[in-house]
């Protein structure tokens, strides 16, 4: 059965602290992995990884994807309380997405 | 480009009663996918409909339907409303590629936030 599990289910931290996000996957035919960001009502779009090995990065924010271990992480430098949202990640594999439940990561001041 | 629109943007309903919720994809996107999120389960797949034919379909009882008309908008049905069904229902539109063709992200829209009383 493909899915996306992520980890941790949810994290508190301070301002300034750095964190890492994790998301593994079982998805037949893996196309890509995305990661969203969803802080009141519609996720919104961060990365789409598709090669191992090569790191995206904007801003504070940075993916990389290991597509021989099937996972990937999501990092985020010097976090700030605006930060706080529930992150998601998507396997897709041409035919639909996969989800994962999502990390809710609490920054607070 | 309009974004994603859902509407009714919320919703209450008593317990027995059905309710249809609509998705207008991003113009050219003929996917449309929804999903059903709540704190305890987070984001759970509903269905995929791409040109008018369900594609896809979670693990959600026979009371939860929905269908894609010949514009690509979309519409949820669920009858028979439970507790149990109060959640924020958001529909995604993509572009769907053939394998070997270009990569695409899921686009969401704002929900509509359910609650059954």
């Known amino acids: 059965e493909d899915k996306v599990v992520q980890s941790p289910l949810s994290l508190v931290v301070h301002e300034g602290d750095t964190v890492t996000l994790n998301c593994s996957y079982e998805v037949t035919n893996f196309r890509s992995l995305l990661w969203y960001k969803q802080e009141k009502k519609a996720p919104t779009f961060l990365f789409m990884l598709?090669?191992?090995?090569i790191e995206k990065k904007s801003g504070r924010l940075s993916s990389i994807l290991d597509k021989k271990e099937l996972f990937s992480i999501l990092n985020i430098t010097a976090t700030q309380t605006g930060d706080s949202a529930v992150y998601l990640c998507?396997?897709?594999?041409?035919?639909?997405?996969?989800f994962g439940s999502g990390t809710k990561l609490n920054v607070k001041p | 480009k309009a974004g994603v629109t859902q509407t009714p943007r919320y919703l209450i309903k008593t317990r027995g009663q059905q309710v249809t919720l609509s998705c207008s994809p991003i113009?050219?996107?003929?996917?449309v996918s929804w999903y059903q999120q709540t704190p305890g389960q987070g984001l759970q797949f509903l269905f995929e409909?791409?040109?008018?034919?369900?594609?896809n379909k979670g693990n959600f009882p026979g009371r939860f339907s929905g269908r894609q008309f010949s514009n690509s908008r979309s519409e949820m049905n669920v009858s028979t409303l439970e507790l149990g069904d109060s959640a924020l229902y958001l529909c995604?539109?993509?572009?769907?590629?053939?394998?070997?063709?270009?990569?695409?992200?899921?686009?969401f829209g704002q929900g509509t936030r359910l609650t059954v009383v």
């Open positions: 998507a396997g897709y594999n041409f035919n639909k997405f996969y």
């Open positions: 598709t090669s191992s090995g």
């Open positions: 113009s050219g996107h003929r996917s």
């Open positions: 995604a539109s993509s572009l769907l590629w053939s394998p070997g063709g270009g990569d695409t992200e899921a686009f």
């Open positions: 409909y791409f040109s008018e034919t369900q594609r």
